[in-house]
C-alpha cells in the first residue's frame, strides 16, 4: 500500500460521538484537520478509540475522523452532508447510509454492495460496480476525508479476525484510491470482531456484522470555505 495512507488498527470504540482532547493530541495533521473550534468552544467527536494497534501490542495512537462544529458553520456543512449522502442512498441502494453530526456514515455488509468470498479479502466483480460509483460520488464531493473500516462475525480466531477486517477495509481502501481518489484522503481502521452491531447467534446477524463502513467528513477546506459562507 501506498505509505501516505493512514493504517490504524483500532480496538476500542464504534463510530460514536465522543469527546477526547488526547486523542487530539496524538492524532497527526490530515486526522487533526477534521477538527476545528468555534468561538464558543470546540466540541470534539468522532473519536475512534485511544488504544490502537492488534491485541497485546499496545501501542499507536487515537484516531480522530470527525468533528462537530455546531452553529451556522456546521449547518453549513451539514448541507453539503446531506447532499452527498442522498446521492449515495439514490446511486447505492443496498449502502446503509446514517448522517452523524456533520458526518456521514456509509455501511455495507454481506448483502448491501460489497461483498468478499469467505475468508478472502481480495474485491471482486460484484463489489466493484458499488465501488466505482462509490468513487465518483466521492470524486464529486472531493473536500471530505475518508475513514474506511473493516469488521468481522466472531467465527474463527481473534487474531484471525483482526486480521481478516484488516485486509478488507485495505483492498476497497486501496481500490477507491487506485481508481481516481487522493490516497492522502483515507484513513484505514480495523476492529475484528469486537464491535459487532449484530447478534453473532444468528447467520443473518453474522452476515450483517461482516461489513465495511465508510465514514465521511469535511476535510480543511470545507471548513475554511463554510466559514466564509458563513461570514466568519
Given at each position: 500500500m501506498k505509505g501516505s495512507i493512514k493504517n490504524i488498527a483500532v480496538v476500542g470504540l464504534s463510530f460514536s460521538l465522543l469527546v477526547g482532547c488526547k486523542a487530539v493530541e496524538n492524532s497527526n495533521k490530515t486526522q487533526r484537520g477534521a477538527v476545528i473550534g468555534t468561538a464558543a468552544g470546540a466540541i470534539l467527536g468522532a473519536v475512534i478509540g485511544n488504544n490502537t494497534g492488534n491485541k497485546g501490542d499496545g501501542g499507536g495512537t487515537g484516531a480522530v475522523i470527525g468533528g462537530v462544529l455546531g452553529g451556522v458553520v456546521g449547518g453549513v456543512i451539514g448541507r453539503k452532508m446531506d447532499k452527498q449522502a442522498e446521492r449515495i442512498e439514490e446511486e447505492i441502494p443496498g449502502a446503509v447510509v446514517e448522517r452523524v453530526g456533520e458526518s456521514i456514515n456509509v455501511i455495507f455488509d454481506e448483502e448491501s454492495g460489497i461483498y468478499f468470498d469467505t475468508n478472502k479479502s481480495n474485491i471482486n466483480a460484484a463489489s466493484k460496480t458499488t465501488l466505482d460509483r462509490l468513487e465518483k460520488i466521492l470524486e464529486d464531493y472531493a473536500d471530505t476525508n475518508i475513514s474506511v473500516t473493516g469488521h468481522t462475525d466472531n467465527s474463527g480466531a481473534d487474531a484471525y479476525n483482526m486480521t481478516l477486517s484488516q485486509k478488507r477495509a485495505q483492498s476497497v481502501a486501496e481500490y477507491l484510491y487506485t481508481h481516481g481518489l487522493d490516497p492522502n484522503?483515507?484513513?484505514?481502521?480495523?476492529?475484528?470482531?469486537?464491535?459487532?452491531?449484530?447478534?453473532?447467534?444468528?447467520?443473518?446477524?453474522?452476515?450483517?456484522?461482516?461489513?465495511?463502513?465508510?465514514?465521511?467528513?469535511?476535510?480543511?477546506?470545507?471548513?475554511?470555505?463554510?466559514?466564509?459562507?458563513?461570514?466568519q
Amino acid at each position: 500500500m501506498k505509505g501516505s495512507i493512514k493504517n490504524i488498527a483500532v480496538v476500542g470504540l464504534s463510530f460514536s460521538l465522543l469527546v477526547g482532547c488526547k486523542a487530539v493530541e496524538n492524532s497527526n495533521k490530515t486526522q487533526r484537520g477534521a477538527v476545528i473550534g468555534t468561538a464558543a468552544g470546540a466540541i470534539l467527536g468522532a473519536v475512534i478509540g485511544n488504544n490502537t494497534g492488534n491485541k497485546g501490542d499496545g501501542g499507536g495512537t487515537g484516531a480522530v475522523i470527525g468533528g462537530v462544529l455546531g452553529g451556522v458553520v456546521g449547518g453549513v456543512i451539514g448541507r453539503k452532508m446531506d447532499k452527498q449522502a442522498e446521492r449515495i442512498e439514490e446511486e447505492i441502494p443496498g449502502a446503509v447510509v446514517e448522517r452523524v453530526g456533520e458526518s456521514i456514515n456509509v455501511i455495507f455488509d454481506e448483502e448491501s454492495g460489497i461483498y468478499f468470498d469467505t475468508n478472502k479479502s481480495n474485491i471482486n466483480a460484484a463489489s466493484k460496480t458499488t465501488l466505482d460509483r462509490l468513487e465518483k460520488i466521492l470524486e464529486d464531493y472531493a473536500d471530505t476525508n475518508i475513514s474506511v473500516t473493516g469488521h468481522t462475525d466472531n467465527s474463527g480466531a481473534d487474531a484471525y479476525n483482526m486480521t481478516l477486517s484488516q485486509k478488507r477495509a485495505q483492498s476497497v481502501a486501496e481500490y477507491l484510491y487506485t481508481h481516481g481518489l487522493d490516497p492522502n484522503r483515507f484513513t484505514i481502521q480495523w476492529f475484528g470482531e469486537t464491535k459487532p452491531k449484530y447478534d453473532n447467534a444468528t447467520e443473518e446477524g453474522r452476515k450483517r456484522n461482516r461489513r465495511v463502513e465508510l465514514g465521511i467528513v469535511a476535510n480543511e477546506k470545507m471548513i475554511e470555505d463554510a466559514k466564509r459562507e458563513a461570514g466568519q
